[in-house]
C-alpha cells in the first residue's frame, strides 16, 4: 500500500448487436489535452466530429433462467478486445463480454441469485452498488472469487424502483479493475412501474449512460499509471464504452439513466444548447416530484435518471463542462481533479417528426415526500475524511470499525475536512440527507449537486458537512461486514475505507470473519 503523508498532502434494441460483439464493440465522447496537470482554469476540449459519430451501443438486458421461483443470473468476468476508440483494438476486461456488463432488470420481491464466474487471470469480486443484500452476498472484500472459480450470491430484492450497477470491490485494486471495463447496469422495478408516465421502452425512449474516462498508450493499450492524487484520471471521455458516440432520439421524450463509472473524475453536466430538463431519480430511485436543472454535478459511483425534450431538427450535444464554482476548492488547490476540464461526451439528433409524449404523474415517489423521523435516542456517528484515512485511520480488514443494530435509525455526519474533494458510499443501505452544510462558507451551486431522493452515495467539496439518516434492515451476521469508503477510487484502494457488521441487540462479531480473517472489534452505540 502506497503511504500519504498526510501533514503536507498536495487527487435489445438496435444497439445490442453493437454492445454484445464484444470482442468487437464498437462505440464514445471526446478527448482533449491531457488533464494529467491541467493549469489552473484550463479546459480539455474535445473535437467529437460528426463523420466520425458511431452509434451508442446500448448494454443487452441479460435474459435470466428461472430454477423454481429463483430468476438466476449468469456472469463471466473474462478478457477481451475493445474498439473505444474508432478502428483501434484495446484489451479490456467485461462481464459475458470484452467490455462493460448486460443490464440485469429484476423487481422488487424477486427471489435472484447470481453465478459469477472469474475467467481473468487476477482474483476479483463482484459488488452491488446500491442493493440492499445479506453480508454474505455483498461482493466486497470479503467474497474473493480465484482465477477459474465461481461464486454465488442470493437475496430477495427489497427495494424501490432504481437504477444500480455492479462493480469490481478487491481490496487495494478496485480502480485498475474497474478501469480495465468491469461495470454493468441493475434495474429495479416496482408497483409504480408503468403507472408514471415514464419513458419504460428499453433502448428506444429509456437509455442507459455508463460515462468513463481514461487514458491511451500511443499503442492503444490502457495507460495505467496513476497520476500523483488522482490514480487513474482519465483525460478521453466514452459513453457505453466507446469515444464519439451519437443518440438518435426516435421520440419526443427520452429517459436517461446515467451512471458517473469513472474511478475518479467528476462531472458537471450541462447540454449544448443550455436546455432545461428534468432530474426524476438519484442513485435509490425516483424522487417525490421532478425537479428542473440546466447542469447536474455527478461524482463517481453515483446515479442520476433524467428526462430531456427533444423536437424535430434538434442537434446538440451532452456536455462535461468546468466547475465554475470550483466545487468549494480554494484557487490554486492541488490536485484540481480535472474541474477544469470540458469534454463532449454525446451527440443527439431530436426525432422525425413531433409526438405527443403525454403527461408524466406530478408525483412520482410518495415514498420520500417527508425525512424520516429521528430522536434524541438516535445513535450518531462521527466520520472526518481527511488524505486518504477516515478518522484518522486506514482500511484494516482485521478491523471491525463499529457495530450497528437493524431497523434503528442511525444519523451519521460525515465531514470533509480537507482542501480535496471526496464522496462517501455506504454498503447495503439507501440514506436520506438531512442537511448539507459548509463549513468553509465557500460558495458553489448546491442546485446542482445530488442530495435528494435515496442516496448510497454522496458527493462533499472540502469543508462540507453532511448529516444522513441511515437505517440498516432485515440482515444481521456476526461473521459478514459492509464497507463504507470514499467512492473515488484511487482513494479507498489507498485505504480510505472502513467496515462494520449489523448485528442483534447482545450480539458480538465472530472473533473470525467469513473468509477467516481475525479481528479486534470496537463497538460504538
Keep these: 500500500m502506497t503511504t500519504y503523508d498526510l501533514v503536507s498532502r498536495r487527487v435489445f434494441i438496435s444497439s445490442v448487436g453493437a454492445f454484445a460483439t464484444a470482442a468487437t464493440l464498437s462505440a464514445c465522447g471526446g478527448s482533449g489535452s491531457s488533464s494529467a496537470q491541467p493549469s489552473q482554469g484550463s479546459a480539455t476540449i474535445s473535437a467529437t466530429a460528426s463523420a466520425n459519430r458511431r452509434p451508442l451501443p446500448v448494454p443487452p438486458i441479460l ?18 478486445e475493445s474498439e473505444m476508440k474508432p478502428g483501434v483494438q484495446t484489451p479490456t476486461w467485461g462481464y459475458n463480454g470484452a467490455l462493460l456488463g448486460p443490464t440485469l432488470r429484476m423487481a422488487n420481491g424477486d427471489n435472484v ?9 487476477e482474483t476479483t469480486t463482484v459488488h452491488w452498488h446500491g442493493m440492499h443484500v445479506p453480508g454474505i452476498a455483498d461482493g466486497g472484500p470479503h467474497q474473493p472469487i480465484e482465477p477459474g472459480t465461481s461464486w454465488s450470491a442470493s437475496w430477495q430484492v427489497r ?17 485498475r479493475h474497474a478501469y480495465r471495463g468491469l461495470a454493468g447496469l441493475f434495474i429495479i422495478d416496482d408497483e ?19 460515462i468513463q474516462d481514461r487514458r491511451f498508450n500511443d499503442d492503444g493499450t490502457l495507460d495505467e499509471t496513476d497520476l500523483p492524487d488522482l490514480g487513474l484520471l482519465g483525460d478521453t471521455t ?7 458516440p451519437h443518440f438518435e432520439a426516435t421520440t419526443s421524450r427520452v429517459r436517461f439513466r446515467v451512471l458517473n463509472g469513472s474511478v475518479m473524475r467528476l462531472y458537471n453536466l450541462a447540454f449544448s444548447d443550455d436546455r432545461e430538463f428534468s432530474l426524476i431519480g438519484s442513485d435509490g430511485g425516483l424522487l417525490h416530484t421532478a425537479k428542473t436543472v440546466k447542469n447536474l454535478y455527478i461524482s463517481p459511483g453515483e446515479r442520476a435518471e433524467i428526462l430531456v425534450e427533444f423536437a424535430p431538427g ?45 403527461q408524466v404523474a406530478s408525483t412520482l415517489n410518495q415514498k420520500v415526500a417527508t425525512l424520516p423521523e429521528t430522536s434524541e435516542h438516535t445513535t450518531e456517528r462521527s466520520f472526518s475524511l481527511t488524505g486518504f484515512q477516515i478518522n484518522g485511520e486506514l482500511m484494516d480488514t482485521e478491523r471491525i470499525d463499529f457495530t450497528a443494530h437493524p431497523n434503528e435509525w442511525e444519523i451519521w455526519t460525515i465531514t470533509n475536512n480537507d482542501s480535496w474533494i471526496h464522496n462517501f458510499h455506504i454498503h447495503n443501505t439507501q440514506f436520506r440527507v438531512l442537511s448539507y452544510e459548509d463549513t468553509f462558507y465557500r460558495d458553489y451551486n448546491q442546485d446542482a449537486l445530488l442530495t435528494d431522493g435515496w442516496k448510497d452515495t454522496v458527493l462533499l467539496p472540502p469543508g462540507v458537512e453532511v448529516k444522513l439518516a441511515v437505517r440498516f434492515t432485515d440482515y444481521t451476521s456476526t461473521a459478514w461486514p459492509y464497507m463504507y469508503h470514499c467512492h473515488l477510487l484511487f482513494h479507498e484502494d489507498q485505504g480510505m475505507m472502513g467496515q462494520f457488521m449489523v448485528v442483534e441487540p447482545g450480539q458480538e462479531p465472530d472473533a473470525v470473519i467469513g473468509n477467516g480473517v481475525t479481528h479486534e472489534a470496537s463497538h460504538s452505540h
Design 192 to 210: 409504480s412501474t408503468g403507472t408514471l408516465g415514464l419513458p419504460e421502452e428499453y433502448g428506444v425512449d429509456d437509455i442507459p449512460l455508463v
Design 314 to 358: 434538434d442537434e446538440i450535444t451532452l456536455k462535461a463542462v468546468p466547475f465554475t464554482d470550483r466545487l468549494g476548492m480554494s484557487e490554486g488547490s492541488q490536485p484540481e481533479f480535472g474541474i477544469f476540464d470540458s469534454f463532449e461526451l454525446l451527440t443527439l439528433s431530436g426525432p422525425a417528426s413531433a409526438s405527443d409524449a403525454g
Design 238 to 244: 466514452m459513453l457505453n464504452g466507446i469515444t464519439n
Design 63 to 80: 435474459e435470466p433462467t428461472l430454477e423454481g421461483t429463483t430468476k438466476v443470473f449468469a456472469l463471466d468476468a473474462r478478457t477481451g
Design 159 to 175: 427495494q424501490n424502483a432504481s437504477t444500480l450497477w455492479y462493480h469490481p470491490h478487491p481490496h487495494g485494486e478496485t480502480s
Design 113 to 121: 441469485r447470481i453465478d459469477v464466474k472469474n475467467s481473468l487471470p
